[in-house]
């Protein structure tokens, strides 16, 4: 359990951890703050967004849409790996999830099924959109997952986390898929060694 880290700090973690961050706007004011409280904080999630453009996917992921306004996530991982900050603070991409994931995830050990949407993740969860169709035929560029893993681990290191705090939408609320491409296990392997 974690106060979030200051805009200021989110920003520094992921350039120190080697990223190319493209700031868009007036991220650091941009929240849904008056939903809802944001944090404690407990882990990081990583969703794909099922647009194609990466101006498209960053307007979409910073204005939202009807329904859903923004932002979507803190920020949207390009697939030339550049990461675009559209918001900060409490952000509409985690949804109601699984209680149990959460424990989970706080203990950093292994993921209950997700079975169950009874508690809000936007409030516990710094969330990164990356830019895919998710169709599973859309390609993963290496620079995109070598963005990915750099962006959780900057996440992960600034608070004392290891790579099970980072978890797909699909493993926090039934129903959902993404990221769809490669998989969650992959990925923590690749911020295990990143992290060491």
């Known amino acids: 359990m974690a106060p979030p880290m200051s805009a200021d700090s989110f920003l520094d973690a992921l350039r120190d951890e080697g990223l190319t961050v493209v700031q868009v706007g ?5 929240n849904r703050n008056h939903k809802g409280p944001w944090g404690p904080v407990h882990g990081v999630m990583i969703h794909h967004t099922a647009t194609r453009g990466t101006a498209d996917t960053v307007r979409i992921c910073r204005d939202g849409y009807e329904g859903l306004p923004g932002p979507l996530c803190h920020g949207v991982i390009a697939k030339d790996g550049k990461v675009h900050l559209v918001g ?6 985690a949804g109601l999830g699984d209680d149990d994931v959460l424990r989970a995830v706080i203990a950093e050990k292994a993921l209950p099924p997700d079975d169950e949407a009874n508690t809000d993740g936007n409030r516990h969860f710094y969330g990164f959109e990356c830019e895919n169709l998710g169709d599973g ?3 993963w560029p290496e620079a ?4 990915i893993e750099k962006a ?23 129903g959902k898929i993404d990221p769809r491409g490669f998989t969650m296990n992959a990925m923590r392997a690749r911020i295990t060694e990143r992290l060491k």
Do not use: F, K, M, T
């Open 26 to 30: 007036d991220w650091r004011n941009h």
């Open 88 to 93: 900060y603070g409490r952000a509409n991409h």
């Open 137 to 139: 035929r859309d390609p």
């Open 144 to 147: 995109q997952l070598v963005a």
């Open 152 to 174: 959780a681990a900057a996440v992960c290191r600034r608070h004392g986390w290891n790579a099970r705090s980072v978890i797909g939408h699909l493993e926090w609320q039934p």
